[in-house]
C-alpha cells in the first residue's frame, strides 16, 4: 500500500542538484556537438529521460531485497564482461561495448554499480566490529575479477575505480590501522611489477602525465590542450560556443573525457563553480543519506553510491586538469553516454530509497 510518508521522505535537494547537472550536460553537449558536427545532444537528452524513468524505478522497490540478489547480479555483470571480451565491439583500441541493436551496452559501467551493491550484501552479512587483511579476501575476490576483466579491454581508468569503491566501504564497515598500513606498503612494494604490468599507452598516459611537455605532440597533447582550455576560461569563461580550443578541434573527446574542459573554457571559474556546488550538494546529500538509515545495509549502499559518483567525478576533473593521468573516467551526466547515465540514474534511485525508507527498520 502506498505511504505517503515516501513523498514526505523525497530528498528533493538532491533531485534538484541531478536536474541541475543534467542541464549543464545538456547545455554543455550542445557546444560540443557544434564543435564535432555530431548532434550528441539530442541522444543524451533521450538518455537523461530514459534515466530518470530508471531512477524512480530503482527509487519504488524495497532496496533490502538486493543482499539476497546482489551474488546474481555480480554473476550476471561477470558475464557480461567475459562476452565483451568475445564478441565486444572495439572502438578506438578499446573492447568494452555490446551491441544490443538499438543501443552499445557498456557492462563496465554496470559494473561499477553491482560491486557496491555486492559489497554491500557482504559487509551488511559479515558485520565485525573492525577487519583485519585475512578477512577481507571475499570481497577482495569480488572487486578483483571484474577489475581483472575490465583492465582486460583494456579501460584502467574504470578497473582502478571498482579498487577504490572497495577501499571506501572497507574504510566505512572499519579496517585497522595496522592493516591499513600493511596494504600501504605492500602497494608500495608492487609498484615496479604493476608498472611493468601495464601495456605500452598506458606507461605513456602516466609519463605524460608527470611530464606533458616532453611529448606535446604526442601522449602529452590531451592533457596540454585540456590545460589550455581550462586556463583560457579565466573568471567568467569566453562565452558559449566560443572556446577557441574546443570550436577550432584543437581539444579532443570534447563530448566525453574533456567535457568539463569545454564547461571551464565556456563558463570560466564562476561556472565550474556552479557544476561543482551541484555535486557537492548531490554528493552532501548522499553522506547525510547514509548517516541517516537506520540499518547497516542502506548506510553501505547509499555510502557506496556516493563513493562511486565522488572517484569519477575526482579522477575525471583531475585529468582534465593535469592533475592525475588521462584514464577515460566519465564525468557522472556531463559526459555523453547512455550506459555512464542509466548506471549513474540508477545508483541516484537507490540513494532516494534509503531515504525513503528511512522510517522503515528491518
Excluded at 16 to 29: E, P, R, S, T, Y
Excluded at 153 to 177: C, E, K, M
Excluded at 213 to 223: C, I, K, L, M, T
Excluded at 270 to 277: A, E, H, K, T, Y
Aim: with cysteine; glycine share 8%.
Amino acid at each position: 500500500m502506498f505511504d505517503k510518508r515516501y513523498i514526505e521522505n523525497f530528498d528533493w535537494w538532491l533531485f534538484l542538484a541531478v536536474i541541475g547537472i543534467m542541464v549543464i550536460g545538456f547545455i554543455n553537449l550542445n557546444s560540443a556537438s557544434a564543435a564535432t558536427g555530431y548532434h550528441f545532444q539530442y541522444k543524451q537528452l533521450e538518455w537523461y529521460a530514459l534515466g530518470l524513468i530508471v531512477m524512480f524505478g530503482f527509487m519504488c522497490f524495497d532496496y533490502h531485497v538486493i543482499p539476497s540478489l546482489a551474488g546474481y547480479i555480480w554473476i550476471a555483470t561477470v558475464i557480461l564482461l567475459v562476452l565483451v571480451l568475445f564478441m565486444g565491439k572495439s572502438v578506438g583500441g578499446s573492447q568494452r561495448w555490446l551491441s544490443l541493436g538499438f543501443m552499445r551496452l557498456q557492462p563496465s559501467e554496470l559494473a561499477k554499480l553491482s560491486t557496491v551493491m555486492v559489497l554491500s550484501s557482504w559487509f551488511y552479512k559479515d558485520e565485525r566490529e573492525q577487519y583485519r587483511i585475512r578477512d577481507l579476501w571475499k570481497p577482495a575476490l569480488l572487486t578483483l575479477i571484474p577489475a581483472v576483466l575490465i583492465q582486460r579491454q583494456p579501460d584502467l581508468g574504470t578497473s582502478l575505480l571498482l579498487l577504490a569503491l572497495f577501499a571506501s566501504i572497507v574504510y566505512i564497515a572499519g579496517i585497522r590501522w595496522t592493516s591499513v598500513i600493511l596494504v600501504f606498503t605492500t602497494l608500495m612494494a608492487a609498484m615496479p611489477l604493476a608498472w611493468k604490468l601495464l601495456k605500452p599507452y598506458q606507461r605513456r598516459r602516466i609519463e605524460s602525465f608527470l611530464n606533458p611537455e616532453s611529448d606535446p605532440f604526442g601522449a602529452g597533447y590531451h592533457v596540454i590542450q585540456s590545460k589550455i582550455a581550462v586556463g583560457s576560461g579565466q573568471f567568467t569563461g569566453m562565452g558559449y560556443m566560443k572556446g577557441s580550443q574546443a570550436q577550432l578541434k584543437f581539444l579532443p573527446e570534447v563530448h566525453t573525457d574533456f567535457a568539463f574542459s569545454v564547461w571551464s573554457e565556456e563558463w570560466g571559474f564562476i561556472g565550474d563553480m556552479v557544476l561543482l556546488s551541484l555535486y557537492a550538494i548531490l554528493l552532501a546529500r548522499g553522506i547525510a543519506i547514509a548517516q541517516e538509515s537506520k540499518e547497516p545495509f542502506g548506510s553501505y549502499l547509499a555510502f557506496g553510491v556516493t563513493a562511486m559518483i565522488f572517484w569519477q567525478m575526482l579522477v575525471n576533473i583531475g585529468m582534465v586538469t593535469g592533475l592525475m593521468p588521462v584514464v577515460g573516467v566519465p564525468l557522472p551526466l556531463i559526459s555523453y553516454g547512455g550506459s555512464s547515465v542509466l548506471t549513474t540514474m540508477m545508483g541516484i534511485g537507490l540513494l532516494l530509497n534509503v531515504r525513503a525508507r528511512r522510517f522503515m527498520f528491518h
